[in-house]
């Protein structure tokens, strides 16, 4: 139980200690970096531009000039889900901001203090666990205009009262920890108690769960696309992309879905291993020894 | 006769439970504490003396009773006046590592009271906390760390060193050495007793052991189930336990020596749930010395050593007080 | 021929750190004790000595990262298995059974108390229910729980923390084994409640000539209720004898300073000099474990440490022992 101070040797040697405790997190963050790196990088390393459209070379197979082959306007695949990767990010993360920006304070208050702000947080969850999401999503981003800020605007919304009851969750379990009777104790009053003690541990807990709303987050905006609201062609944008692409799966020209396809299932699945990962590691950490 | 400290005046406090009805963990207690004094609670399971510790630093309020702190009335004092006044009264828990935020240096966490209470600068404030980690014996290396990195004993020091940084006039220990080891726990209580001795601090310990209660404390109170059965100075108590469920408890115990002839009195069934609660003396359902007057009413307190100043004198919650002290005597001689 | 034999037992736990360097901690160095039929052995130690680490090898219960580096345990003449090999017959459950701390976590919560008694009569052979049924209830009236027949069909979440002990007892006696092995078995009790169950386990033992280990930190339990002691620092038993004999003389110093701790002889003495910190498993010092902490060490203290004979029974491992009163 005592504590030894072991200096890593290696620069590599974090890592490796990190990847053997949880090989999940390091797969998922490799994923997500992988894309993060394509989105930042997306026009230096995309070999065309994602619109030009070579009107006589369309829907020529991988290989060749096209890697990922052209689609229905001649397009370059490759470059499209390339960029495609800027437009999961630019909603995502805009929109997670968003989620953490309301659903962070309304979880820790209606955590901390219950009361009415509890109630109507926990009945407006009630209300979005009867509804299927993808409607009303669907049914605000139509009437709002069908733009990419709406359609982050209602992601980021929609996510917000989930995130809150996580963070809600995390503030019940840390009130009634001993601490937060000390830190009373000792004189804090209550805004003190929530901002310097409760906070940063309610954050922790509820870190693993960004991730899984990220990736709902990119599931859902190319879902949207996908029915046709918010994001239209020729915008390289994967759920469009798919909906092109499905078109000409019947005719035999996979390759215009597939891409797309596999871009965003690997990326959400990245986050999503992210996740999984990273409640592995916030575990309390196991102690020395045993007796 | 000096005022108290602080005292506690007909004290309740009750939880709701199953199907609605209430459970008085607390049912009715009056205490007062002498500053400078060191008084002891023990009980066992469902005594309520944790809870008296909550009730008496106000970190859960009172269904009924008084709480007066040097002759003021705090029972139902506002949150803000009531922080203002936590730096006289101060709590250490039974488990440190739980007892500190774990996001926290142990250096901050001490710093805590003074940046709250005090208008001492940063530079202050840093002096102040090293200070106190020589007081209470730890290397000054450790204030960095997290509560993680430090070992138990270590870790209560810390608290011991945040309950003290705001010199308080009450502390109240709630099984302070309880989770630790052995060897550690005589290192703890020394420091306490230290510190008593160097600041005047009263100091109320809560355990369930009695021998580390025999060793701290002047004056020393049973409780059973949520009421004071008997109270008195710790040394006469301990010679000469008056109360059935007293000697019951004292009979109880090991003590680390071989030699010692245990004379252990019959134990007659289990604590009664707090649903369930017999009538009359709360003793009743378990006692060998149970008559029917015994089940209509909580016994009047009668004081033994009538007497001595009032602060010190021995009372016992039973009907059956003369012949309490013959029943040890001849179970004695059976044994 | 003694019933049970434990030869310089050495387990080590092999992790990884952090920064994925191999640690090792070395969890037991050179464990040797023996038990005779009959005999309580109390087994003391604070947190990290290694006791309940002991217990889980004579249970032949071993498993990675645990890894027996040497030593051997021999039981009624046989030698145990030290790692759990399934299909092995080993007499862990039969002749040697283990009473588990913390009540409420270690009985099954699905199954009732009566169904659990006799589940584990069938595990070691007992194929007949009704001689199952009847046995569970005789044990349950050994140990002093009320009305057993109806007890027979209470869910563990009705049973109060004593009452949950006992059923423990009864079952770790069910099967009548040879050694009876008793894990802290008070903690979380009442005082008052704990003094009973002590006297019950301590009656049943000695009615049926079992032998037992008591895993304690507690001091008292073992000066009332075992013949013989061993305490344990870091892994290693440093003193270890009857009982009467080790608290006379505590010849160890480390012996010495636990029964100085203790509120009593505080009481006494006063408060002896404050206490080093835990030994650190991954980085024990050569020679003797306890040297860093000794206030009598010297230099013949960076040696191996002996095993010195004081009396018959009782052996220190001091190069400078005190000397007995």
């Known amino acids: 139980m005592s504590a030894e101070a072991a200096t890593p040797s290696h620069w590599l040697a974090y890592p490796l200690g990190l990847a053997r405790r949880s090989p999940t997190f390091v797969v998922g963050l490799g994923i997500v970096l992988f894309f993060l790196g394509l989105a930042l990088l997306a026009p230096v390393i995309a070999p065309f531009n994602p619109t030009q459209s070579f009107s006589y070379e369309v829907l020529q197979a991988p290989g060749g000039r096209f890697f990922f082959g052209s689609d229905g306007n001649g397009m370059d695949v490759l470059s499209r889900v390339i960029h495609g990767s800027r437009y999961a990010f630019g909603i995502a993360v805009p929109a997670g901001l968003i989620m953490v920006g309301i659903g962070l304070p309304l979880g820790l208050l209606a955590g901390y203090k219950g009361g009415w702000l509890d109630e109507a947080l926990l009945r407006t969850l009630d209300v979005l666990r009867a509804f299927p999401t993808i409607i009303l999503a669907l049914a605000v981003v139509a009437a709002t205009g069908q733009s990419l800020v709406s359609m982050v605007v209602v992601i980021g919304l929609l996510d917000s009262p989930i995130f809150a009851r996580v963070v809600r969750a995390e503030v019940l379990t840390l009130r009634s920890s001993t601490f937060v009777k000390a830190a009373i104790a000792v004189g804090n009053p209550s805004w003190r108690v929530m901002w310097v003690h409760i906070l940063p541990n309610a954050i922790l807990g509820a870190t693993a769960q960004l991730p899984m709303r990220m990736a709902w987050a990119v599931r859902i905006s190319a879902t949207l696309a996908f029915i046709g609201v918010g994001i239209q062609a020729p915008t390289p944008e994967w759920g469009a992309m798919i909906r092109q692409g499905a078109e000409y799966v019947i005719t035999g020209e996979w390759w215009v879905a597939l891409f797309p396809g596999l871009a965003l299932m690997t990326l959400v699945l990245g986050f999503n291993l992210l996740g999984d990962g990273l409640t592995d590691l916030l575990d309390p950490k196991r102690r020395g020894v045993g007796k | 006769m000096n005022r108290p400290l602080i005292e506690l005046r007909a004290v309740v406090k009750k939880f709701p439970a199953e199907g609605g009805a209430q459970v008085s963990a607390v049912d009715g207690v009056s205490l007062n504490i002498q500053p400078g004094e060191s008084v002891g609670l023990v009980g066992e399971s469902g005594s309520g003396k944790s809870t008296l510790g909550l009730l008496m630093t106000r970190l859960t309020p009172v269904s009924s009773g008084q709480i007066i702190f040097d002759g003021q009335n705090i029972t139902h004092l506002s949150d803000d006046a009531m922080r203002q006044l936590r730096s006289q009264i101060q709590m250490v828990f039974q488990d440190p590592w739980g007892a500190l935020n774990p996001r926290m240096t142990v250096g901050r966490s001490m710093a805590e009271p003074l940046k709250l209470h005090t208008r001492l600068t940063e530079v202050q404030r840093q002096q102040a906390v090293s200070d106190l980690a020589d007081r209470v014996h730890l290397p000054k290396a450790s204030l960095q760390r997290f509560p993680h990195e430090l070992s138990g004993g270590q870790l209560q020091r810390v608290c011991i060193a945040r309950a003290i940084a705001s010199k308080p006039r009450l502390l109240v220990l709630d099984e302070p050495t309880s989770s630790l080891d052995l060897s550690v726990r005589a290192g703890i209580l020394e420091l306490l007793d230290t510190i008593r001795k160097e600041t005047g601090v009263a100091l109320l310990l809560i355990s369930h052991d009695l021998e580390t209660v025999e060793l701290m404390t002047q004056r020393l109170l049973v409780l059973y189930l949520g009421r004071v059965v008997e109270q008195g100075p710790t040394r006469e108590i301990f010679n000469q336990p008056a109360h059935p469920y007293t000697q019951t408890l004292m009979s109880a115990n090991l003590p680390a020596d071989p030699t010692v002839v245990l004379s252990r009195l019959p134990n007659v069934g289990e604590i009664p749930s707090p649903l369930n609660l017999p009538a009359g003396c709360l003793f009743s359902s378990r006692c060998p010395l149970v008559r029917a007057q015994c089940q209509q009413a909580f016994p009047a307190f009668s004081i033994l050593n009538g007497s001595v100043a009032h602060s010190n004198v021995h009372e016992v919650a039973c009907n059956r007080v003369a012949d309490a002290s013959h029943w040890l005597t001849r179970t004695h001689q059976n044994s | ?325």
């Open chain 3, 1 to 325: 021929m003694s019933l049970l034999s434990v030869e310089d037992l050495h387990v080590h736990f092999i992790a990884r750190g952090i920064n994925n360097q191999l640690r090792t901690a070395k969890a037991l160095n050179g464990v040797s004790f023996t038990l005779e039929p009959g005999q309580v052995l109390g087994l003391v130690g604070e947190t990290g000595a290694g006791k309940s680490l002991t217990a889980l090898a004579l249970l032949g219960l071993l498993r990675p990262p645990a890894k027996v580096v040497a030593g051997k345990i021999q039981f009624e003449g046989q030698e145990l298995g030290l790692l759990d090999q399934p299909g092995h017959r080993s007499p862990r459950g039969k002749s040697i059974t283990l009473i588990p701390q913390s009540p409420k976590t270690s009985l099954d919560p699905t199954a009732r108390i009566g169904d659990q008694l006799i589940r584990i009569q069938r595990e070691h052979g007992q194929t007949d229910t009704a001689k199952a049924h009847a046995r569970a209830i005789e044990m349950l009236g050994q140990v002093q729980i009320p009305d057993p027949v109806q007890r027979m069909k209470a869910w563990p979440h009705e049973l109060s923390g004593g009452m949950a002990q006992r059923v423990l007892i009864a079952a770790g006696l069910i099967n009548s084994p040879r050694l009876v092995i008793a894990d802290e078995p008070t903690t979380g009790l009442d005082l008052t409640v704990q003094a009973e169950v002590l006297d019950i386990f301590k009656r049943l033992v000695t009615a049926n000539g079992m032998s037992a280990i008591i895993i304690t930190h507690d001091l008292g339990i073992v000066a009332h209720y075992c013949d013989r002691m061993a305490v344990m620092f870091a892994g290693t038993i440093i003193e270890e004898g009857p009982v009467n004999q080790v608290f006379g003389a505590q010849s160890h110093p480390y012996t010495q300073s636990l029964i100085a701790s203790t509120p009593k002889q505080i009481a006494l003495h006063g408060f002896a000099s404050a206490v080093g910190s835990p030994p650190n498993l991954y980085d024990l010092p050569s020679g003797c474990v306890y040297k860093d902490r000794c206030p009598k060490a010297q230099a013949v203290c960076d040696t191996r440490l002996p095993t010195l004979d004081l009396e018959s029974g009782h052996r220190v491992r001091c190069h400078l022992p005190n000397h007995p009163q």
